[in-house]
């Protein structure tokens, strides 16, 4: 595992980043952009699922609506995130937070498309369904991002 | 000014606040993550008003449910954004990227003052428009760019590329406001 890390710190792209002064601060920023654009497009319909929010639309239509900028807002985060990893593996290998975050992230994204998501689109789901999965969904994705916030402290 | 931000220096609370092992992080933490309550929620406001997110439902209802949400998220932003001037208030003083985050801050207020007052006086025309009028468009996506550009500032202040003790250029120390120590 670690002469993977290993090598991965070493391809070009990583070694560029930590050459440039600018590219590691300017990706990270766009990394936050990201941030802003998940968290409500994750929000809007975990508040509907719990009752809250748009209440006026029905919940596969919040869904609907908002999912291709969550869509957007994951693939500008891997795009970003990715190349912030690849700058630091090494570091991120040893760093507690980053494994808290890539396994909360790899449950967020198999339960938002496995779990929420499928529920969401159901207009027969139970209404404690619909609470219980908006709920866990909140919890998952504020770890990613808190997380993900705590690598840059240890 | 630089006197107040001086003075607020000596405090010992605010260098207690800056050495602090787990209150600065965790207040730091708490404005970012914030970032996605705040901005989030507002930008499916502004998407809506741009004509690019929830077409079918009314505007209204997206302005009455999500932004309280979002003032929410702006009064936490603020409350966290004000200690961590308050542990490093010199510094951030005397950082180009504050200035221009509070200059854009102004902007973001303007912008939305102007939306609420004017924009949305005739709102029961378009309010279940899928694409608003051009006013509207206008005032969501330059709400969108203004946050945008607040986040990219707030996260360089943390970098000390332009800080007064790197001998920046003139134009960044005018910026800045540095201040220059007569040498003997």
Redesign the interface.
Same mark, same amino acid.
């Given at each position: 595992m670690f002469e993977t890390f290993d090598r991965l710190e070493q391809t070009w792209i990583g070694q560029t980043i930590r050459e440039s002064?600018w590219l590691f601060?300017g990706i990270?920023?766009v990394h936050?952009?990201g941030?802003?654009?998940?968290?409500?497009?994750?929000?809007?319909v975990d508040?509907r699922l719990l009752g809250?929010?748009?209440?006026?639309?029905t919940v596969p239509?919040?869904l609907s609506?908002?999912r291709?900028?969550f869509l957007g807002s994951l693939v500008l985060m891997f795009s970003t995130g990715i190349p912030l990893f690849l700058s630091e593996a090494i570091k991120c290998y040893y760093n507690t937070s980053f494994w808290v975050k890539m396994s909360a992230l790899a449950i967020g994204i198999v339960f938002t498309f496995g779990v929420r998501n499928r529920i969401a689109m159901r207009r027969d789901a139970p209404r404690w369904a619909t609470a219980l999965v908006g709920a866990i969904s909140l919890m998952v994705w504020?770890t990613v991002?808190?997380a993900g916030?705590?690598i840059g402290?240890s | 000014m630089r006197s107040f931000v001086e003075w607020l220096d000596t405090h010992a609370w605010s260098t207690a606040l800056h050495e602090s092992l787990w209150m600065y992080?965790l207040i730091?933490?708490t404005h970012? $993550?914030t970032?996605?309550?705040f901005?989030?929620? $507002?930008?499916?406001v502004d $998407?809506r008003l741009v004509g690019l997110?929830?077409?079918?439902?009314?505007v209204s209802? $997206?302005t009455g449910?999500?932004l309280p949400?979002s003032v929410a998220g702006f009064v936490i932003m603020i409350a966290t954004g004000v200690l961590l001037f308050y542990a490093i208030p010199v510094r951030t003083y005397e950082s180009v990227w504050f200035r221009v985050k509070v200059v854009l801050l102004i902007a973001g207020g303007i912008n939305a003052w102007w939306f609420h007052r004017r924009v949305q006086r005739d709102r029961t025309f378009w309010d279940n428009h899928p694409k608003p009028p051009t006013a509207v468009r206008v005032a969501g996506g330059v709400s969108l760019a203004i946050?945008?550009g607040v986040?990219?500032c707030g996260?360089?202040i943390a970098?000390n590329?332009f800080d007064c003790d790197r001998d920046p250029s003139p134009f960044v120390m005018w910026m800045a406001g540095c201040v220059v120590e007569a040498s003997m």
């Open positions: 002064l601060p990270e920023a936050l952009l941030l802003a654009m998940l968290g409500g497009s994750v929000l809007v508040l809250a929010g748009l209440t006026r639309a239509a919040v609506s908002a291709p900028w504020f991002a808190a916030r705590w402290f | 992080p730091e933490s970012v $993550l970032v996605m309550l901005v989030g929620m $507002l930008a499916m $998407l997110a929830f077409r079918n439902v009314a209802h $997206l449910r999500l949400w946050w945008a986040i990219v996260r360089m970098y590329w």
